[in-house]
């Protein structure tokens, strides 16, 4: 299984992106897929998950993200609104298993590159 993150970019504050990820040599169903950032210097954090048709966020994201699947185009989607400085990070795309532990990176199997996001106050 392979994943590929793209949409990254640099935007002001306030302002939408829509992230992408292309998993390929599986199909979606039957994978928990999340979205997870990292700024630097800290740790991984959770943002979003598609699993099946339930979908879950962190306690940042505050109704401002939406994640999406388009199971013909074997691709999961994270659209950001409202964005703000201090959601500049990479994020990353990840596939795993179906889990109650779905906050935690090490639940995840496979991860994409990243696509860096950057919000210009």
């Known amino acids: 299984v392979q994943l590929q993150a793209s949409g990254g970019g640099l935007v002001q504050a306030g302002g939408s992106l829509r992230l992408s990820c292309v998993v390929s040599?599986?199909?979606?169903?039957?994978?928990?897929i999340a979205w997870f950032r990292q700024a630097p210097g800290r740790e991984r954090e959770f943002a979003a998950l598609?699993?099946?048709?339930?979908?879950r966020y962190g306690d940042f994201v505050r109704d401002r993200f939406t994640v999406s699947r388009d199971s013909a185009e074997n691709t999961v989607y994270l659209q950001m609104n409202g964005l703000k400085p201090e959601d500049t990070a990479l994020y990353f795309c990840?596939?795993?298993?179906?889990?109650?532990?779905?906050?935690?990176?090490?639940?995840?199997?496979?991860w994409g590159q990243g696509t860096l996001v950057t919000v210009s106050s």
């Open positions: 040599g599986r199909a979606l169903r039957g994978y928990a």
């Open positions: 598609i699993s099946g048709d339930m979908t």
């Open positions: 990840a596939a795993g298993p179906k889990t109650l532990k779905y906050t935690l990176a090490r639940s995840y199997t496979y």
